[in-house]
């Protein structure tokens, strides 16, 4: 039985806000357990993959933690849920609670 869980790291403030989600794996399958992808749901799901040149508002890191750029109130309606693979036996998972942003006044 593989439980996911996401960890949402501190938001990072440059000339921009950032927000990056972790996908939590049990420490002894995380040699074996890759994030494939994230959906971020809206209304609809949309899929995140990986990208050679990303430009756009997500970014998937090769560690499988998810970047949020350009985040603002309207980003607090957002729900993540990250997919994983077990590279062995190839069981696909979610995260059982999907991780969402909470931003306070600046």
């Known amino acids: 039985l593989l439980v996911v869980f996401i960890r949402q790291c501190s938001p990072r403030l440059e000339q921009i806000f950032a927000f990056k989600y972790r996908c939590e794996v049990p420490e002894h399958l995380a040699p074996h357990i890759r994030v494939t992808s994230w959906l971020h749901e809206e209304g609809t799901a949309i899929e995140i993959f990986p990208e050679r040149d990303p430009r756009g508002k ?14 603002s109130t309207y980003d607090t309606y957002k729900k993540y849920i990250c997919k994983t693979e077990h590279e062995l036996s190839g069981l696909r998972r979610r995260s059982l609670v999907p991780a969402r942003l909470a931003l306070k006044g600046t």
């Open 58 to 71: 997500y970014t998937l890191l090769q560690s499988g933690d998810l970047l949020v750029h350009h985040t």
